[in-house]
T-cell receptor, first 110, second 115 residues
Framework: GEDVEQSLFLSVREGDSSVINCTYTDSSSTYLYWYKQEPGAGLQLLTYIFSNMDMKQDQRLTVLLNKKDKHLSLRIADTQTGDSAIYFC??????????FGAGTTVTVRA | SAVISQKPSRDICQRGTSLTIQCQVD?????MFWYRQQPGQSLTLIATANQGSEATYESGFVIDKFPISRPNLTFSTLTVSNMSPEDSSIYLCSAGLTGNSYEQYFGPGTRLTVT
């Protein structure tokens, strides 16, 4: 079956870069995703990457994909207090369905 | 992108009752899904809401407990039936853009507490 794993917590100093890591198991995943969930809110689609790409950059966000190792990472440059949230990694499985990791709680300290 | 709204945003319900959650998308979409997020947990897919036909349920979820309607390409409902405290969760709908169903957006969620 599908399984997405990510570390549960990350603490980072304001202004530093954050790197959130994720591993997945389904080698047939077409797309991989990063979602952000702030307290009491729904999920915000941050970015997603097609499985034949190695990297995608969007302003402060950089996604790296190592398909061989089934490893996905999200780098947030110049982390701000507004970046404090839970970040979910997800992979597409069949029929456009998504399988989510447990989420990484990112805490930005001054 | 797609803007998705859900009603109600939260509710407190008595055990044994049912609650219907509405999901509205601001544009026509092919794919709509319903997820559950139990307290402090990740998201679990309940079902795919199919327009014009019965929903497709994931393992562990059944139509009698979670009936779903999808009358058109912008709207879906999820009913949580005969509720128990274990049903206390956030229920989220999502939609994939027409033209790229892999680009998926979520509604703000419905926070359900069953007492």
């Amino acid at each position: 079956g599908e399984d997405v794993e990510q570390s549960l917590f990350l603490s980072v100093r304001e202004g530093d870069s954050s790197v959130i890591n994720c591993t997945y198991t389904d080698s047939s995943s077409t797309y991989l995703y990063w979602y952000k969930q702030e307290p009491g809110a729904g999920l915000q689609l941050l970015t997603y990457i097609f499985s034949n790409m190695d990297m995608k950059q969007d302003q402060r966000l950089t996604v790296l994909l190592n398909k061989k190792d089934k490893h996905l990472s999200l780098r947030i440059a110049d982390t701000q207090t507004g970046d404090s949230a839970i970040y979910f990694c997800a992979e597409s499985i069949k029929d456009y369905k998504l399988s989510f990791g447990a989420g990484t709680t990112v805490t930005v300290r001054a | 992108s797609a803007v998705i709204s859900q009603k109600p945003s939260r509710d407190i319900c008595q055990r044994g009752t049912s609650l219907t959650i509405q999901c509205q998308v601001d544009s026509q979409v092919t794919m709509m899904f319903w997820y559950r997020q139990q307290p402090g947990q990740s998201l679990t897919l309940i079902a795919t809401a199919n327009q014009g036909s019965e929903a497709t349920y994931e393992s562990g979820f059944v139509i009698d407990k979670f009936p779903i309607s999808r009358p058109n390409l912008t709207f879906s409902t999820l009913t949580v039936s005969n509720m128990s405290p274990e049903d206390s969760s956030i229920y989220l709908c999502s939609a994939g853009l027409t033209g790229n169903s892999y680009e998926q957006y979520f509604g703000p969620g419905t926070r359900l507490t069953v007492t």
